[in-house]
């Protein structure tokens, strides 16, 4: 059953958050590009646009997560990834609003110098507390690896007398002190958000081409799609794992978002859950000559960059499903920018590299 559209939004407003970003965010098309590929109708929602430090999806998530702080009675957050982040700089802006202490862990997983620039000079900037650890090259961070060094953070932030909320990577997973899927929570809001400017444009759209790291867009948009326009096939291009592991994170967590937002829709993984692994290159934040070549291509046709990490590798993606045919002439599709661009300076040797 397919739920109205301002239904499905009123059940997701009744979610408290804080103000963090301008919403909505635009959307385009991508008139050049589209011409350039000669195939689909491709538009972009400009989720890189939301205006809290360089924009991007996790600060979409981050106005319910960081209300959940303060309600939690929380003064500092701590949360973990790789050391270009964009999810930690998001939650260090964002708690920074609101007075409250950033902690971050971040994670050597690739082979760019330990230096102030990118993500990594804007979380400097921000004054976050900042502790480098080591990692396995190109791989997501595993979990043995945060939960010892969480544990004493969280225990020395005791100690100190503050009360600690620990988020999730990415704010996707339900875990540490997030109840609630709150991150797939505003994806899936930021899907009716789309479909109400699509709409007003005159079409629904076919295809949404996104980047899935941590689970919670994708989680998120698959939940709107499903409610609103189940015709509308959203294809998640992993960064970082295979198909087999993502989709099933992206189930469990758009399976919790249904049950926090108690809307009555059954998902179906293998039917509704497109997670698509083929574009991984070398793996997790390792940037290609294809990658370069997309973010190139989408800045010289369209003024627009894409990041090294996630959106380039989604371009990738989109790139080739249009050349395969798989997305066809008539199409409508919409990419989302998820944001990330700072991370294009600390990849400027490799970038070069590839571009000159
Ligand atoms: C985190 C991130 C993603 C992936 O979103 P998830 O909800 O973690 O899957 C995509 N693009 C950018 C730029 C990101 O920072």
């Not at 083929?278 to 990658?291: F, R």
């Not at 080739?320 to 300076?345: E, M, R, W």
């Amino acid at each position: 059953m397919t739920h109205s559209l301002s239904d499905f939004q009123d059940k997701i407003q009744a979610f408290p958050r804080v103000d963090l970003i301008h919403l909505p965010t635009p959307i385009q098309k991508l008139e050049n590009l589209s011409k350039e590929l000669g195939g689909p109708d491709i538009y972009m929602k400009r989720d890189d646009l939301t205006g809290l430090a360089f924009g991007g999806n996790k600060s979409r998530k981050l106005e319910f997560i960081i209300h959940d702080v303060l309600e939690k009675g929380a003064d500092v957050i701590i949360t973990w990834a790789s050391l270009q982040s964009n999810w930690c700089l998001q939650t260090a802006a964002a708690a920074r609003k609101f007075g409250i202490t950033p902690i971050l862990v971040l994670f050597k997983t690739y082979e760019l110098p330990e230096e102030y620039d990118g993500n990594l000079l804007l979380d400097f900037i921000l004054k976050a507390d900042i502790k480098i650890r080591e990692a396995e090259v190109g791989k997501v961070v595993k979990q043995e690896d945060v939960d010892e060094i969480l544990e004493e953070v969280v225990f020395e932030v005791k100690e100190w007398g503050h009360t600690p909320y620990v988020a999730p990577i990415g704010g996707s997973m339900v875990s540490c002190s997030m109840d609630k899927p709150l991150g797939a929570i505003s994806y899936a809001l930021a899907y009716a958000e789309m479909l109400e400017q699509t709409e007003s444009m005159g079409f629904q759209p076919d295809y949404i081409v996104h980047a899935t790291g941590s689970g919670g867009t994708q989680a998120g948009l698959a939940v709107g799609a499903k409610a609103l326009t189940p015709n509308t096939q959203i294809l998640g291009i992993s960064v970082s794992e295979d198909k087999e592991t993502f989709s099933q994170d992206v189930f469990t967590i758009a399976q919790d978002t249904l049950k926090a937002l108690d809307v009555d829709i059954a998902l179906n993984k293998e039917e509704d859950i497109h997670v698509l692994d083929e574009y991984l290159g070398e793996g997790y934040g390792i940037i290609t000559k294809d990658v370069s070549d997309a973010i190139r291509q989408v800045s010289v046709k369209e003024g627009i960059f894409l990041d090294p990490v996630y959106t380039g590798k989604a371009m990738t993606a989109l790139f080739d499903l249009v050349n395969n045919g798989t997305i066809k002439k008539g199409d409508k599709v919409v990419f989302f920018h998820t944001g990330g661009t700072a991370a294009l300076f600390p990849y400027k040797h490799k970038l070069t590299s590839f571009l000159e």
